[in-house]
């Protein structure tokens, strides 16, 4: 029996270290079907992802993947362990049996250690008595790990990608998947420029924010580039806040002190802060830095700038995913649907017409993804039009193309 692969990303957008994690599921169990939970229009870092989820989806599919799931929106926008708790979810569905992600420390032993290290009984004390002191949560979360296991294990929570890994392994307990942690490529999560042919997704969006995507492209697997090229003829690129900024600070403004603290992981009373940065602030970056402090970091703060400008809060948010919608699928993929379908008994959205399906609660979620696909075109550099959701179809392909990684 083939083994089913999956990866959670957000491939915004898609670089050769993605290609490369591919080539690994891939050639780790040849044959096995490739699964990606992949963030919509919004992502993690707390901004509007680059390119539409058709587009990202489109890349992955020509470069290995055989099936993208969406990652629903209130996973997508959210810290590292809602993130992996929502995509191991999507996952799970499709009968994935193997996660892979990329590491910067490749240690299975020790990921797994500082994972069992979080889900301890004495960590929960040791982190109020950290937090105590003053320190940052991230901080306080590595020496409570430490003092629990050993300064080496501690230690890959300082990555973002180990985070990831270690969260990954939270989320799988009792799901009987496999953390399968690949070392990382080129350069590092979130730093400039590129190392030869590789460059992180942050310095590829800060060559599109630069208006250099030719530049960017030659940095992406050639499949990759050219739906980059090509949605940047057509002005769907979007290169951060920059067409929206006003429209944010707008929403900003009107909140008040209550409405900041009904957001999600707004706690600790950080709404006394957002409110009076949103008053002063005259471009984002401003709020951000007002906002901001070691105790409440620049992710947070920005997640939350996200959260405001869809205008949703803690009761949106859904403990698991209540419907799964498909972004891009091959042959082998369709497969994976049919049985997410007929055997596992899930609801998956292909067309429109299969949301008359939805439960209403359901059906309610989705009018939030609906707005957050509307909103996300105010951020190109050509804004769209809104219904988006519902005019863009799945990718569908007959067979995936050869690639530079060797897979097709």
């Known amino acids: 029996m083939n083994q089913r692969l999956g990866i959670v990303a957000e491939f ?10 591919l080539d690994k599921a891939r050639s780790a169990f040849p044959g096995g079907a490739v699964v990606v939970a992949m963030s919509g229009h919004f ?32 996973f997508a926008l959210s810290s590292a362990q809602q ?58 979360r590595q020496q409570a790990v430490e003092t629990l296991t050993d300064p080496h294990t501690a230690a890959v929570l300082r990555q973002p990608n180990d985070l990831l890994a270690v969260s ?18 080129g350069k590092a999560h979130n730093a400039p420029g590129r190392a030869g042919n590789y460059a992180s997704a942050s310095a590829l ?30 002005g769907q690129v979007c290169t ?43 471009t984002l970056e401003e709020f951000w830095r007002a906002a901001q402090s070691r105790r409440y970091p620049l992710s947070r703060i920005r997640r939350l700038t996200a959260w405001a400008f869809l205008g949703m809060t803690a009761r949106q948010r859904v403990e698991r995913p209540l419907y799964y919608r498909a972004l891009g699928f ?11 379908v007929r055997q596992r008994g899930h609801t998956v959205l292909t067309a429109p017409s299969n949301g008359k399906a939805l439960t209403a609660a359901a059906a309610e979620y989705l009018k939030w993804e ?28 007959k067979e995936p193309p050869k690639t530079e990684t060797g897979w097709g």
């Not at 990954?168 to 490529?185: D, F, H, I, K, S």
């Not at 091959?330 to 997410?340: A, F, N, P, T």
């Open 370 to 397: 609906e707005r957050a696909a509307d909103l996300w075109q105010l951020c190109l550099n050509t804004p769209g039009e809104c219904g988006s959701l519902w005019t863009a179809n799945p990718v569908r392909m």
């Open 43 to 74: 992502t993690q870092r707390g901004g509007p992802a680059a390119l539409s989820p058709q587009c990202r989806g489109e890349m992955a599919l020509r470069c290995g993947a055989n099936l993208v799931l969406e990652l629903p929106l209130t």
């Open 240 to 282: 951060g806040w920059d067409s929206a900024e006003r429209a944010v600070l707008y929403r900003l403004r009107q909140m008040s002190v209550e409405d900041f603290a009904a957001l999600p992981d707004c706690s600790e009373g950080l709404e006394h802060r957002l409110y009076p940065a949103a008053r002063q602030a005259k």
């Open 330 to 340: 091959d042959r082998q993929g369709q497969q994976v649907l049919r049985e997410m």
């Open 205 to 234: 969006r800060q060559m599109l924010s630069e208006g250099k995507p030719e530049q960017a492209a030659a940095c992406m697997p050639e499949e990759a580039g050219e739906i980059l090229l090509g949605a940047w003829e057509k």
């Open 12 to 21: 915004d957008p898609f670089h050769r270290g993605h290609a490369y994690l």
């Open 168 to 185: 990954y392994l939270e989320a799988m307990a009792g799901t009987g998947m496999t953390l399968c942690p690949v070392p990382r490529m």
């Open 83 to 140: 993130f992996a708790r929502g995509g191991v979810e999507v996952l799970r569905a499709a009968g994935v049996t193997h996660l892979f992600c990329g590491s910067e420390s490749g240690d299975i032993a020790a990921l797994t250690a500082a994972a069992e290290a979080l889900s301890h009984p004495d960590y929960p004390p040791l982190l109020r008595e950290n937090l105590s002191r003053g320190i940052s949560f991230a901080a306080a």
